[in-house]
């Protein structure tokens, strides 16, 4: 009689039905014709059951103790649960339990990224807010650029599932799969552009006075009136593409110099309403965790975002300026935040 490996489901009912009616494990592998050991095997595994999960007596926390994790998580930002409890003393805490401790105390956040700044820096900052503080705003054209990658940012692909389910599967390129880049500017209440940089092209002084040359000066400057030309002031950072003598004497010949042309002070993206722009855009187009397999088709998604961003959210980032301005100066060129 050979051995076979699992009963199926029809054999394990015949086998309680006869152990009902008295039958021995032996007479009933012979009636099955399954080996004895197989039968004897499944007996015992059904006699067994479920061991009782035998809990261990949770460690209670005192009164004292949550003050002082409340003041070790203060002066230990992004520290793990398990080094704020150790730096407490408090041992023998499960994870579980730790993490529920610190949810009413604190919360998970990521280090912010930001540019260094200096006393120079702040400095010019300073200087910076005190020259432009009576500007009007509404005539100033804010710009930059912004790149898109086909996957987007690492830590957005995040979000509730129901439970039972499976978590979508993400793809995984390098450089995140490529990405376009991306100018626009912001004035008052209207968008300019946003338009694409061709391709393969890196922008230093001569390719970035062609782009704008072929998009925003032919395309949205030529269009307007003498009176707006001459009294809009247009604004860029520091890029060494944006800030060279090459760029800044082409912009010359095109009539933005001097006070037409704002300064900018170093290590500020804080201060340009359009970064706030570019937040807007990636959370509409990279909601969800999407994902993309080409580079029209994340260019496409820009375009739409940009689209449905209207005139009433542009003008809040332009009029947030003199704000922007104010907390400068109180903060003595410190950071602002976006």
Same mark, same amino acid.
């Given at each position: 009689?050979?051995?076979?490996?699992?009963?199926?489901?029809?054999?394990?009912?015949?086998?309680?039905?006869?152990?009902?009616?008295?039958?021995?494990?032996?007479?009933?592998?012979?009636? $099955?014709?399954?080996?004895?050991?197989?039968?004897?095997?499944?007996?015992? @595994?059904?006699?067994?059951?479920?061991?009782?999960?035998?809990?261990?007596?949770?460690?209670?926390?005192?009164?004292?103790?949550?003050?002082?994790?409340?003041?070790?998580?203060?002066?230990?930002? $992004?520290?793990?649960?398990?080094?704020?409890?150790?730096?407490?003393?408090?041992?023998?805490?499960?994870?579980?339990?730790?993490?529920?401790?610190?949810?009413?105390?604190?919360?998970?956040?990521?280090?912010?990224?930001?540019?260094?700044?200096?006393?120079?820096?702040?400095?010019?900052?300073?200087?910076?807010?005190?020259?432009?503080?009576?500007?009007?705003?509404?005539?100033? $054209?804010?710009?930059?650029?912004?790149?898109?990658?086909?996957?987007?940012?690492?830590?957005?692909?995040?979000?509730?599932?129901?439970?039972?389910?499976?978590?979508?599967?993400?793809?995984?390129?390098?450089?995140?799969?490529?990405?376009?880049?991306?100018?626009?500017?912001?004035?008052?209440?209207?968008?300019?552009?946003?338009?694409?940089?061709?391709?393969?092209?890196?922008?230093?002084?001569?390719?970035?006075?062609?782009?704008?040359?072929?998009?925003?000066?032919?395309?949205?400057?030529?269009?307007?009136?003498?009176?707006?030309?001459?009294?809009?002031?247009?604004?860029?950072? @520091?890029?060494?593409?944006?800030?060279?003598?090459?760029?800044?004497?082409?912009?010359?010949?095109?009539?933005?110099?001097?006070?037409?042309?704002?300064?900018?002070?170093?290590?500020?993206?804080?201060? @340009?309403?359009?970064?706030?722009?570019?937040?807007?855009?990636?959370?509409?187009?990279?909601?969800?965790?999407?994902?993309?397999?080409?580079? @029209?088709?994340?260019?496409?998604?820009?375009?739409?975002?940009?689209?449905?961003?209207?005139?009433?959210?542009?003008?809040?980032?332009?009029?947030?300026?003199?704000?922007?301005? $104010?907390?400068?100066?109180?903060?003595?060129?410190?950071?602002?935040?976006?």
């Amino acid at each position: 009689m050979g051995q076979k490996k699992d009963l199926t489901g029809s054999e394990k009912s015949k086998i309680v039905r006869y152990l009902a009616e008295g039958c021995s494990s032996l007479k009933i592998a012979k009636l $099955l014709k399954r080996d004895h050991r197989t039968i004897k095997r499944f007996i015992q @595994n059904s006699q067994q059951g479920r061991k009782k999960r035998v809990e261990k007596p949770r460690r209670k926390i005192t009164v004292h103790e949550l003050r002082k994790v409340k003041r070790a998580a203060a002066k230990m930002p $992004l520290a793990t649960s398990l080094a704020i409890f150790q730096s407490c003393n408090i041992t023998g805490v499960p994870k579980s339990t730790r993490c529920a401790i610190l949810r009413d105390m604190a919360k998970v956040r990521k280090a912010e990224r930001r540019p260094p700044l200096n006393k120079t820096h702040k400095l010019k900052r300073q200087d910076w807010a005190k020259k432009y503080l009576k500007t009007d705003f509404s005539k100033v $054209l804010w710009t930059d650029e912004m790149r898109v990658s086909l996957d987007g940012p690492d830590g957005w692909a995040r979000g509730w599932i129901g439970k039972g389910q499976r978590a979508p599967v993400r793809l995984r390129r390098q450089q995140g799969g490529g990405g376009v880049l991306v100018w626009a500017g912001i004035i008052k209440d209207e968008l300019v552009g946003p338009f694409r940089v061709e391709d393969g092209v890196k922008l230093n002084s001569q390719s970035y006075c062609q782009f704008l040359e072929d998009t925003f000066f032919k395309q949205w400057y030529r269009k307007k009136s003498a009176s707006f030309k001459k009294n809009m002031i247009f604004m860029q950072d @520091n890029a060494p593409s944006h800030a060279s003598k090459y760029s800044t004497a082409w912009l010359a010949r095109k009539g933005i110099k001097e006070e037409k042309l704002m300064t900018w002070p170093p290590c500020s993206p804080d201060l @340009n309403p359009i970064e706030n722009l570019w937040s807007i855009i990636k959370c509409e187009i990279y909601k969800e965790g999407k994902q993309y397999t080409s580079l @029209n088709s994340v260019w496409e998604a820009v375009v739409a975002a940009a689209r449905n961003v209207d005139g009433e959210q542009i003008k809040t980032l332009t009029e947030s300026m003199d704000g922007r301005l $104010l907390s400068v100066l109180a903060k003595k060129g410190g950071y602002i935040g976006r």
